[in-house]
């Protein structure tokens, strides 16, 4: 079973998913001072769903004005 890891940007007001496990974005990433892993920091953070379905809600409950884009 995949993990779909959300990349919250608040910057650019955007929400990206990653739902596959060799995504090189997804494998890389890290955490910074602003922006963290399965915590969101002042720009945003990573954070890891069980689903799709489960992404999508926490995007529309919390960020629904953000972009949603799909990477892979």
């Not at 990653?18 to 910074?32: D, Q």
């Not at 720009?43 to 379905?53: Q, V």
Request: hydrophobic share 30%.
């Amino acid at each position: 079973m995949n993990v779909i890891c959300m990349n919250i940007d608040r910057p650019n007001q955007k929400c990206t998913v990653h739902e596959s496990s060799s995504c090189k974005y997804a494998a890389k990433r890290s955490e910074t001072l602003f922006k963290g892993i399965n915590e969101l920091k002042r720009d945003g953070g990573w954070l890891d769903f069980r689903d799709l379905a489960s992404a999508k809600a926490y995007h529309k409950q919390n960020f629904e004005h953000y972009e949603w884009c799909k990477h892979c």
